[in-house]
């Protein structure tokens, strides 16, 4: 995936252009470290792809890229106080570094940033993008609301899961998307049909990320193997062991939620994750959404040609080969 | 002013209906708790009595009108936070009556759902509304900012404090007018001196309040006299207390700062402030804004008859007799 490094770089070098004062000090040091922290950027990356692939220039779609970019670093910032996450890429959280009230007000401010680059549009096109952010960034605090609410629940259904990864992080994928097909003017068709690949391929890499956590490789694994489990997360996994499992199996899965031995909590949940089939289940929920994706996003009405860096970004995400 | 109890009582029922969903209920039901607080609604007011002035109807500008007030509440929900309050108009908070994640998320979503109001507008005048409010949202925050940064500073000036209720509270009064006079596709040299009109309001206005602090009848004042000086707050009476002192005053002041004797405390600040004249500067710079937004709605281009609501409206919220 290299030729998507140039828009990484871009990305990365325009998010240092987007004109943050330098005072006060307090509310804007801190939003330019945390840009900086850096990132995989794919949402704005989405957006320029999305603006070439219906064939204008990512120039034209670089504030809306930025303000998608922008956008996710504010929820990053205020989810990291809710969490009370030391660090957000080996690196402190704003509230860590600073304080609380400085990562709820940068916070804050970074999300109006966010609606001032979206506002660097053709002004035609602006009611509609204005639109779709709004109902997007709605969905994402939804989102992150249900999140917080899983944790206090024991009751929680895969089907209300998957809502809330949908809420949580894919709308906003859908919508990077869409916003590249806005700038670009192209149909409604085509941009309902954008929004739905990116908004199914978000639901199929969460899945895939919670799948990764207990069964990734180690050796190429980011982070360490089991890290969910140990933290008794309430993941797809989780869930799916939880609706398959036997009365018996329920007592044991309640007593590794208060193991000690890491090591052995991880283990011993892996095993009998695998005698409940977990794995398979779950990503035969994951390969159903990646289908749905890639058939809405057969039906976006553009030569097949001008569609493969999206689709390699799809499967790079995707852990996949093409 | 009870011809205004109209504008007041529409808001009210208005900000019932802004069509907040039932569920995740802990992100929802705080924002219907917290609206209807209630409050003087003079925000709202102020943009529906400007489209009026400009021959327009209220209802037109009602969206905007929600949309200035429902960011207004979000500043309160944050600020909140911040200030550790437990109260608002007798009740209590949202992070006391909840807690601190929902109180911030849910001011998250009333944020947007304001740009979601701002939105049901005409689309030709969506950018200048929408780039309007976006610089306000902005200057709002940096006001907030200076506002806490000034509590660890010993060395603000005046004109920094004015600076920052400038922008803390007045800028979106003007913005409150002027985003009625868009709607009412007034002309831009009537936009510009509503505006200003809005701004210097406001900051007379918050001179009155630091000013009654200490000075208000106690009968008719709706709060404790003297809550400023027992917090020992920087107000605009206490710097300029603190400019004019001589060395042996400012010992004082700060002995004062630390008496445990509330009623002493507050006659002898009194009394220091007297010999210092501090009042009377106080309502000097304050006449000074007032006259400033006098003159700013003197040019607004339409008949003096129109203007006299807007003209009670300011008298009553400084207090004066017509």
């Known amino acids: 995936m290299n030729e998507l490094q140039k828009y990484t770089s871009l990305i990365d070098v325009e998010l240092g252009k987007i004109g943050l004062p330098s005072s006060p000090e307090k509310l804007y040091d801190p939003l330019r470290y945390f840009l900086q922290i850096g990132g995989k950027r794919i949402r704005p990356m989405l ?7 219906f064939d204008s220039s990512a120039d034209k779609a670089l504030p809306q890229a930025l303000c998608i970019e922008v956008f996710h670093n504010f929820t990053l910032i205020h989810d990291d106080i809710m969490d009370e996450a030391p660090l957000r890429r080996n690196q ?21 940033k966010a609606y001032q680059l979206l506002g660097n549009i053709d002004s035609k096109l602006l009611p509609e ?27 929680v259904s895969i089907d209300e899961y998957i809502e ?8 906003l994928l859908g919508c990077a998307l869409e ?23 978000g639901i199929a890499f969460q899945i895939q990320d919670d799948i990764l956590d207990l069964y990734a490789d180690p050796d190429k694994f980011g982070k360490q193997v089991g890290g969910d489990v140990i933290a008794n997360k309430k993941t797809m996994l989780y869930l799916t062991a939880l609706k398959g499992a036997t009365k018996e199996q329920l007592e044991v899965m309640k007593q590794l939620q208060g193991e000690q031995n890491l090591v052995l909590k991880v283990d011993s949940t892996r095993r009998l994750f695998d005698q409940l089939n977990v794995r398979s289940i779950c990503e035969e929920r994951m ?9 809405s996003f ?21 852990n996949r080969e093409l």
Request: hydrophobic fraction near 45%; aromatic fraction near 6%; glycine fraction near 4%.
């Open 92 to 112: 402190q959280t704003i509230h860590e570094k600073w304080n609380r009230d400085v990562a709820i007000l940068s916070g804050d401010v970074l999300m109006i």
């Open 47 to 53: 957006t320029l792809l999305s603006s070439e692939l």
């Open 298 to 318: 057969a039906k976006v009405n553009v030569d097949a040609s001008k569609k493969q860096t999206l689709i390699g970004l799809a499967a790079f995400l995707m």
């Open 179 to 201: 916003i590249g097909a806005i700038v670009a003017e192209s149909s409604k068709e085509d941009r309902e049909a954008i929004y739905d690949f990116g908004q199914h391929i």
């Open 129 to 155: 993008a204005f639109a779709l952010f709004n109902k997007t960034a709605i969905e994402v605090c939804e989102g992150q609301q249900m999140d917080m609410d899983f944790e206090e629940r024991s009751d």
């Open 287 to 295: 390969q159903e959404h990646y289908d749905i994706a890639m058939t």
């Open 164 to 171: 809330m990864i949908r809420l949580k992080t894919s709308v």
